[in-house]
Nanobody, 127 residues
């Protein structure tokens, strides 16, 4: 069974950058769409970004992160990444990696609840 483990979170000043990693085990990522979600205290979970496998194209970004965040994947690792630039305090949250069926990353994000989730990594942006 696919297992996901996030890393790379931490404390960063406003305007700074972080790269989150999602390492997969138990299975390859070849047959999965991969995405990132986040949840801040007292707020609903927000889908940040998702990506299908290369040949299926399609990458989704939430409006709140467009132009600042970049998702990527490396099936050979297997892993997925979230490069986060120009961070601001509004980006403070626990970030979760998730995986779902291969073609489920659509123009509006995952079309269904992802099947597999990591335990999350905390990102804190100070002003």
């Amino acid at each position: 069974q696919l297992q996901l483990a996030e890393s790379g979170g931490g404390l960063v000043q406003s305007g700074g950058s972080l790269t989150l990693s999602c390492i997969a085990s138990g299975s390859t990522l070849d047959n999965y769409a991969v995405g990132w979600f986040r949840q801040a205290p007292g707020k609903e979970r927000e889908e940040v970004s998702c990506i299908n496998n290369f040949h299926l194209g399609n990458i989704y970004y939430a409006d709140s992160v467009k132009g600042r965040f970049a998702i990527s994947r490396d099936n050979a690792e297997p892993a997925a990444y979230l490069q986060m630039n120009e961070l601001n305090p509004g980006d403070t949250a626990t970030y979760y990696c998730a995986a779902g069926p291969l073609h489920h990353c659509r123009q509006q994000g995952f079309s269904q609840e992802p099947l597999y989730w990591g335990k999350g990594t905390q990102v804190t942006v100070s002003s």
